[in-house]
């Protein structure tokens, strides 16, 4: 995931509405990475979408748990 500096800054010149965009997006490919190599349905990406739209704390600990799961021996 690219650096974009802390998760609730603004940039310099950005708006409400980018800033808003790019943490959306941020936290869609923060979800999306621990599930690198599973296929993922239509249904499976909107919910993905969804829980981007909740705060980081949140998108975090889903994460967390996404890579822990994934760690279990055998589980994936």
Not at 27 to 49: Q, T, Y
Request: glycine fraction near 8%; aromatic fraction near 4%; avoid cysteine.
């Amino acid at each position: 995931m690219e650096d974009s500096g802390p998760v609730d800054s603004q940039q310099p010149g950005e708006t409400t509405d980018r800033r808003r965009t790019r943490r959306h997006a941020d936290r869609v490919i923060a979800l999306l990475e621990p599930l690198d190599g599973v296929e993922l349905g239509e249904h499976d990406r909107r919910v993905i979408e969804w829980l981007a739209t909740h705060d980081t704390s949140v998108v975090g600990t889903v994460a967390s748990l996404l890579y822990r799961a994934r760690a279990v021996d055998g589980a994936w």
